[in-house]
């Protein structure tokens, strides 16, 4: 257990939808991270946020959102939902950004059919 | 642009017989190199970050090393439970996120 948490475990909807994938990071981390994992493509960064602020963008469409909030849960919001988007989305942290390891969570399956 | 390219794709091994899984890459400046496990539909599971070549770490059956322009993940006497795809990724010098590579997935027979 990487002390990650993140819910749903899955989410089933429909195409044009819009969803919101939640995470918690380990005690103590400051960095949270966005990845999208399918299976052509492997895992692809999205978005970092350090201590509630914006650090680095990945590929990230600009139909999908995210933010950290104070008590430094993050929330990954896709609206517009396509079936391309169906992929495993995984949140990680660490303790501040840079070279501190990143531990990911259990991910969210998100299937959009 | 930083690449990173994990060789085999796929790797099917008798359980006891060791091998070599080969993480190669080109970065303007390696900051770090990271290699993860991951079973079908978990998140990946952390095993070793290694900073510098010549660099060596091991745990378990597991042993990780580093050169200018690869990294090898050896797994001695293998058993079916290390049956997972292994992930590498690397962290540039600059204010990057880590790039990873695809993976290999690999198979443990008992």
């Known amino acids: 257990d990487s002390g990650v948490t993140q819910t749903p475990k899955h989410l089933i909807t429909a195409t044009g939808q819009r969803v919101t994938l939640r995470c918690s990071p380990r005690?103590?981390?400051?960095?949270v991270y966005w990845y999208q994992q399918s299976l052509d493509q492997g895992l692809q960064f999205l978005i970092q946020?350090?201590?509630?602020?914006?650090?680095a963008k990945g590929n990230i469409l600009e139909r999908f959102s995210a933010q950290q909030f104070p008590d430094l849960h993050s929330e990954l919001n896709l609206s517009s939902l396509e079936l391309g988007d169906s992929a495993l989305y995984f949140c990680a942290s660490s303790l501040q950004g840079g070279r501190d390891t990143q531990y990911f969570g259990p991910g969210t399956r998100l299937t959009v059919l | 642009e930083d690449q990173v390219t994990q060789s085999p794709e796929a790797l099917r091994l008798q359980e006891g017989e060791s091998s070599s899984l080969n993480c190669s890459y080109t970065v303007s400046g390696l900051r770090g190199l990271f290699w993860y496990r991951q079973d079908p539909g978990k998140g990946p599971e952390f095993l070793f970050t290694l900073y510098s070549a010549g660099e060596e770490k091991e745990k378990e059956r597991l042993k990780a090393t580093l050169t200018k322009k690869e990294s090898f993940l050896h797994i001695t006497a293998p058993k079916p439970e290390d049956s997972a795809t292994y992930l590498c990724a690397l962290l540039n010098s600059g204010n990057t996120p880590l790039v990873f590579g695809k993976g290999t997935r690999l198979s443990v027979i008992a």
């Open positions: 946020y350090y201590n509630g602020e914006e650090r």
């Open positions: 005690s103590g981390d400051l960095s």
